[in-house]
């Protein structure tokens, strides 16, 4: 069976030669690399699983919106749907509403002081629980940021360093063939390696998961301009003229 030369070229690739050559600098910056990715992984299953989780059951709340036109049914219903940021807004909205009595038409306010003062203290419990929102759906982004950054730069410092006592050992032996200078330098391209295995999943999650939380947040803007509009409705029917 004919085998193409670039599996050829990676099944001599011995990358754990490689590793066990390096000097006690370059482990150091393998081992650094290794832990920073191990975290960035773990970052990257957890981020991705609750991001798609709060995708899945906003939606699924929107539907139920869109059906339902109760207050009282989609207060209960949101209770179902915890990760859903959208929900949040709704329940925090309906709490105020019924702790303020604002769709009483008999609390001692004019009709206009009612929509006015409500419309003040829903818009700062609407900004204040989209804020929480997205500094939740936003958490540990940060670090899968810096790992995408800083990998690269620690996994080339590694080699430099690799490269430049490879050199300095070519110039203790008096000898300048390649033969002397590969060993050194491919192991201290393995750095580089671990620094570009860290970075690339780190740098695809952290766009993935920006633009996620970008959807999320444009929706909850949405929805907030939604509730907004069924508490002047809800005040207006209950209050007359």
């Excluded at 949040?88 to 009709?111: G, I, P, Q």
Aim: charge should be neutral.
């Amino acid at each position: 069976m004919l085998q193409s030369p670039l599996f050829t070229l990676a099944a001599s690739v011995n990358l754990i030669d490689a590793i066990k050559s390096n000097d006690i600098f370059g482990q150091g910056c393998l081992f650094l690399l290794t832990a920073l990715s191990v975290v960035s992984l773990t970052i990257i299953f957890h981020k991705v699983t609750s991001v798609t989780r709060a995708r899945r059951q906003s939606n699924r709340f929107q539907t139920l919106v869109d059906r339902e036109g109760s207050w009282d049914a989609l207060f209960h219903a949101s209770q179902k749907f915890r990760d859903a940021p959208i929900a949040k807004l709704l329940k925090e909205t309906y709490v105020e509403c019924r702790l303020e009595n604002w769709f009483d038409h008999k609390k001692a306010l004019s009709l206009e002081d009612r929509l006015n003062l409500s419309k003040v203290t829903i818009e700062g419990i609407l900004m204040r629980t989209i804020a929480t929102e997205e500094s939740k759906l936003q958490k540990n982004l940060t670090l899968l940021s810096m790992t995408a950054a800083l990998a690269p730069f620690l996994g080339l410092l590694g080699t430099v360093w690799g490269v430049l006592a490879s050199f300095q050992a070519v110039g203790s032996e008096g000898s300048a063939a390649l033969s002397s200078l590969a060993p050194g330098i491919s192991t201290a391209l393995v750095t580089t390696i671990f620094g570009l295995f860290a970075a690339i999943p780190a740098l695809i999650a952290h766009n993935y998961l920006m633009a996620e939380v970008s959807k999320l947040s444009s929706e909850m803007e949405s929805f907030s301009h939604e509730i907004e509009n069924a508490v002047r409705r809800q005040i207006l029917s209950g209050g007359g003229a």
